[in-house]
């Protein structure tokens, strides 16, 4: 088989991890691999290189994505499907392995429709696709997150202020509540619940009567109410810019306001997406890109290769897409019992 390797949506660590596994094991078997480029992009507009082991032998080390990532949507424009069949017949690609998020999931979908073999892998530092217990991306973000709560707090601590920590998370509150209970925050917002506002100013006058000082974790995704100028831009699937929303600066003038106490927030952006994956995010990357070549050697398609309780299995697309998974009620009331 000639197997093409693609990575699509936001970057996260484990990513290469995830190639690297691929192409090992389709060598094992004496298959070859091509990577395409740039996410779907790259099957669109034919950008490829070849990839043999000693392309990525050292790749679990590394963030990012060597074959560089895009948010492009291959089924977006009238003739785009074409291009995309196209490509793929004129390198005799047998099998795609698409490693990406909803909507690069989604775009294989649409293609093993189209009669392509595809399999997928779930990866988003979000941690929010239901099919399977935890994503690669999620534990190595939130560790970022989690250091810059225990680097803030230092000086939360010196001066007597509030902090507000934003971190990212879409419409998932999972980093969030990751750096909330790791970090040991005072209070996190998810957007899992609603905004409270004297809730959470009662529980910032808290820790700062109790120990002098206060964190507070945001998620970029919370709904704060309609405010001015935040009707935000959006990407190719459509997807709200939440950066544009400003939650966490928001939340801290909010916070100054409310107590008088004197708040300053940080926004931990893209920082949180790079860096070296986490050993646990290297070890499920790896797994998930040996399966999904092992579901192809099956003879199978139209499936994603998850984490089911510490078992990597293929379930179908559908059931992996259908909807996004969300903090529950359990997590909560954990996040809850260290409340200041
Ligand atoms: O989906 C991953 C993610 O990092 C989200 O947490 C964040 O909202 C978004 O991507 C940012 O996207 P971009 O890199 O396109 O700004």
Not at 6 to 35: E, I, K, M, S
Not at 125 to 144: E, H, I, L, Q, R
Not at 213 to 222: H, Q
Not at 230 to 244: M, N, P, S, V, Y
């Amino acid at each position: 088989m000639k197997i093409g390797v693609l990575t699509g949506g936001g970057d996260c660590p484990g990513l290469n991890a995830a190639v690297r596994a691929v192409v090992y094991r389709a060598a094992q078997n004496g298959h070859g691999v091509v990577g395409f480029l740039d996410g779907w992009r790259g099957v669109r507009d034919d950008l490829a290189r070849p990839l043999a082991p000693a392309d990525v032998a050292d790749a679990v080390l590394r963030g990012g994505t060597m074959l560089g990532s895009s948010r492009t949507n291959p089924f977006a424009k009238p003739g785009d499907a074409e291009k995309v069949d196209a490509t793929l017949d004129r390198r005799g690609i047998d099998a795609l392995v698409a490693i990406g998020g909803d909507d690069t999931l989604g775009a294989a979908r649409e293609l093993a429709k189209r009669g392509r073999k595809v399999v997928g892998v779930p990866k988003t530092m979000d941690n929010d696709v239901a099919a399977t217990d935890w994503t690669f991306g999620f534990d190595s973000a939130s560790s970022v997150s989690v250091d810059a709560l225990e680097r803030l707090r230092d000086t939360a601590a010196s001066h007597h202020r509030a902090i507000v920590l934003e971190v990212m998370g879409r419409h998932a509150g999972w980093v969030a509540l990751a750096t909330g209970l790791g970090g040991g925050a005072d209070f996190t917002l998810l957007p899992e619940e609603p905004y409270d506002e004297e809730r959470l100013l009662t529980h910032v006058r808290a820790a700062v009567v109790r120990k002098g000082f206060a964190l507070v974790v945001v998620s970029e995704g919370v709904d704060l109410g309609p405010r001015k100028g935040t009707a935000g831009a959006k990407d190719e699937f459509g997807h709200e810019l939440l950066r544009e929303r400003e939650a966490g600066p928001e939340v801290a003038r909010r916070i100054e306001a409310g107590t008088g106490i004197e708040t300053r927030s940080a926004v931990i952006g893209h920082i949180q997406r790079g860096g070296a994956p986490t050993l646990f995010d290297r070890i499920l990357a790896t797994r998930m890109g040996a399966k999904a070549v092992d579901l192809l050697l099956e003879g199978r398609s139209g499936e994603v290769a998850v984490l089911r309780g510490g078992t990597i299995v293929g379930v179908p697309f559908d059931e992996a897409l259908r909807e996004n998974k969300k903090v529950g009620a359990e997590w909560l009331d954990l996040l809850h019992t260290f409340d200041a």
